[in-house]
């Protein structure tokens, strides 16, 4: 099957008739956490294919737990799909459909399709056969039959009277639930009696406290498809199983009936994308909050300063297939990296600071240079470098003893300081304990932003910023969140192969005066070290920069090396 089967099947349908040409699409996130990647690519498949189509894509929030949702998750997805780039033609809540399920529920019952039953969670676990999960067993022989529970055959009219019951309250929690009468010897685990509603006593944050039972998901998302006119219900390969049950209910009920097409997830190397997991991140302060940069959250991302191009970017590269299959992290850097080399601003910082004093430069001297702002964009115009006799360089781009190939300073050593003039290192002043503390360096005033008049050349170009102009500011360095390429395959130890160098703060680097000129969440570039976004705990007095990706293909801590 083709990596473009979900267009193929729509054609199919147009070309046959089918819902008369329309194509309605729809995202459905659960509101019980935040967005994150993998829901980026449902968001982007349902919406443009909407757009391409000519048709319509709703945003609808499935709540029917509760227990877990929140009204900030709710603005959160809202947030994060406008932040995509996307606009839903209309907003709609499964909570909108309550008193509509409801008496499609006793609908149900009144056909008997549905009964009232007693067992507990695990009785009806162990009824049904398994506590294996929900695959699909067929051909398998590995699933043995279920048996029916000793309520199933309740009369129509006792089962009504219970079901209303339930709504009123009389029953406590977990009592009671209302099942669907399919087939308990189905080789398809969710066919064999399917809950339908639970009593749940808990605020809903639509309701309040209007309903104390709730419908399932599969009893809930079919029927809101059928109401909302959806065409193409697209949905990750999870569902695959679910479905004939997203079936039976809508013929079973007579309802409008649109298509379930399933595509693989995505899985993303050195990430978790279960949202359990991210909850337990963010409940046990593993990270800092749903917006942590280390997070592969929309939030996280937003923070961390990925673009919405980039993210669109990516999805469009991934494609949509039927297989799973885990992306390499470097194609999502890499697709930031080519947004913001094409739109950030070039500025220079340097993160790891050693003096160096240029003692034939005049001590009371000061001058503005000439810098790009961004070489792969002219009509970024240019900017105005202070530069003075006491600069900063970064620490790693001077050694006492270098290797053959070293092309950065040394004593006795020429480089190009970018935008400025070569100097050539004289002296490395060390402190008690043998350390270098400062250079003392000569400058070629003839060399000022370009070659040595005699035709001398020199390798290395370091970037460097003047002492008495510097601007200090906090940066953040995020690495991967997890040292293994698949943690979700450690199962109970995957906690365990958290990084924990994936944040390193450095409380005090220095930049050029450009700095106080960006924008809240700007991105740009230091020059050599890598891509940055300013940080929402910037002040004017104590500007943030986060590290969002390294110049260099690979992501790891390694890239940034000359930054320390």
Known sequence: ?????????????????????????????????????????????????????????????????????????????????????????????ASDYYEQLYDWAAQLIKAGKAYVDDLNDAEIREYRGTNAGSRLQAGKGATPPGKNSPFRDRSVAENLDLFARMRAGEFPDGSKTLRAKIDMAHPNLNMRDPVMYRILRATHHRTGDQWCIYPMYDFTHGQSDSLEGITHSICTLEFENHRPLYDWYLNELNLYHPQQIEFARLNLTYTVLSKRRLLTLVKE???????????????????????????????LKIGVAKTDSRV??????????????????????????????????????????????????????SRKIPFSRELYIERDDFMENP???????????????????FIKCEEAIKDAAGNVVELRCAYDEATRGGDAPDGRKVKGTLHWVSVKHAVAAEARLYDRLFTVENPDGERDNWLNCLNPQSLEIIPEIYAEPAVKELGAAEKFQFERVGYFSVDKDATPQKPVFNLAVTLKDGGAKKDIDRAK
């Open 1 to 93: 099957m083709s990596d473009d089967f979900i267009r193929e099947i729509i054609n199919e349908h147009n070309t046959a008739g089918r819902f008369d040409g329309r194509v309605h699409t729809r995202f459905p996130p659960e509101p019980n956490g935040y967005l994150h990647i993998g829901h980026a690519k449902s968001i982007f498949i349902n919406f443009t294919l909407a757009k391409e189509y000519g048709g319509k894509c709703n945003l609808r929030f499935d709540d029917t737990n509760p227990a877990k949702e929140d009204q900030e998750y709710v603005d959160a997805i809202k947030e994060n799909v406008r932040w995509l780039g996307f606009k839903w033609d209309a907003e709609f809540f």
């Open 285 to 315: 302060n593993h990270v800092r909050g749903w917006d942590d940069p280390r997070l592969p959250t929309l939030a996280g991302f937003r923070r961390r300063g990925y673009t919405p191009a980039a993210i669109r970017n990516f999805c």
């Open 403 to 421: 290797p053959k190939k070293f092309f950065r300073l040394s004593v006795g050593a020429e480089v190009r300081l970018r935008y400025a003039y």
């Open 328 to 381: 390499d992290l470097a194609l999502l850097e890499f697709c930031l990296r080519e947004d913001l080399n094409r739109s950030a601003r070039r500025l220079m910082g340097v993160l790891r600071p050693l003096k160096i004093v240029i003692t034939n430069y005049p001590a009371d001297r000061e001058e503005f240079l000439d810098a790009v702002n961004n070489p792969e964009d002219p009509a970024a115009g």
